[in-house]
């Protein structure tokens, strides 16, 4: 396992205890990227290091820590541009750098299984690399020369002109890779439109809020849950039955996280569209995480993004077998419409099942009132 260094900032928007965590965060994106963490870092700051991100001292701090711990990886909780990494680089010296976002972006490609999710993780990542392609010069001339030398035999010439080459690869390929996944996105509208007779829910909320395993719990399917960040890249839907033969579609989705870049989320539309075209949404939130308020804002903002204000949604608080009664309590009291249950230990499923019957009760009024509003216009267009 790779060792790293991670640091988390506070600024006067962010509190200390807020950042830390968001530090404790970035710690289980490291583990679960493969990483073993050898220490963390919280820096205060009143305004960003427009070159470094973080100041000379901290820097240094944190390079005596790399000696110490032999480490080879320092991540920032922050997105640092191009040239930010290439200072950095240079005052830690045969370290990798890297941001939050990259960070997220070698998860989603270790965990991206189907051919929409390989693609969508390649577009995102070269969308991530456009303004950071100088990187990959410098790093070519450090290795062929040193000081004013030569380049060496074979590597001189390409400066800009090979750079400009290359941005323009990368932004016919990323061209190339967005008609492919509008091709999938149509095959998968038309998926729904043959689904539009049955209920369809969609399950959404921030990452390991426990999705995969209430869609298991629910559906009777022995789909293998791991407890990681973004376990779950590609939707998953399947069928079940809610009671009285009544068939529901359920539809898993890639779960949300704070500070994920814009790109990555327009990048993941098409997967999170599953969910913006279900007839009801459960909203799934971890009641034992410290943060979970803010987990449900960051929900918020990306769900009223994506989904059509007019589709019933309501909040589902998971994994009550770890939660305080105090938490309880205080959710019951700020929650009072949400329903709280633990997937895990088959706790509260059937309050969450009664709740499901409304909602189908609800759509299958509606639709059949638009129905026959259909079949009247149709008669009095066609006497």
Known sequence: MEKAILI?????????????????????????????????????V??????????????????????????????????????????????????????????????????????????????????????????????????????????????????????????????????????????????????ERRRENTFHVGLVGYTNAGKSTLANRLTGANVYVEDKLFATLDSTTRKFHLADGQDIILSDTVGFIRKLPHHLVETFKSTLGVAANADCILEVIDSAAADYKEHIEVSKKILDELVDPSIPRFCVFNKTDAASDERKEEIAANYPDAILISALENTGMEMLKKRLMKELAKWTFLRTQKIAEEQIAAIEWHP
């Not at 928007?13 to 965590?21: D, M, N």
């Open 8 to 44: 988390g900032i506070a600024t006067q928007r962010v509190k200390p205890a807020q950042a830390q965590e968001h530090l404790q965060e970035l710690q289980r994106l490291a583990e679960t990227a493969g990483a073993s963490v050898a220490e963390t870092f919280l820096q205060r």
């Open 46 to 191: 009143q305004a960003f290091n427009p070159a470094t991100l973080i100041g000379e001292g901290k820097i240094e701090e944190v390079r005596l820590a790399v000696e110490k711990h032999d480490a080879t990886l320092v991540v920032f909780d922050e997105d640092l541009s191009g040239s930010q990494v290439r200072n950095l680089e240079k005052r830690l010296p045969e370290i990798k750098v890297l941001d939050r976002t990259g960070l997220i972006l070698d998860i989603f490609a270790h965990h991206a299984k189907t051919a929409e999710s390989r693609l969508m993780v390649e577009v995102a990542q070269m969308q991530y690399l456009m303004p950071r392609l100088t990187r990959a010069w410098v790093h070519l001339s450090r290795q062929v020369g040193t000081g004013g030398a030569s380049p060496g035999i074979g590597m001189r010439g390409p400066g800009e002109t090979q750079l400009e080459v290359d941005r323009r690869l990368v932004r016919k390929r990323i061209q190339e890779l967005k008609a492919k996944l509008k091709k999938i996105e149509r095959d998968r509208e038309n998926q």
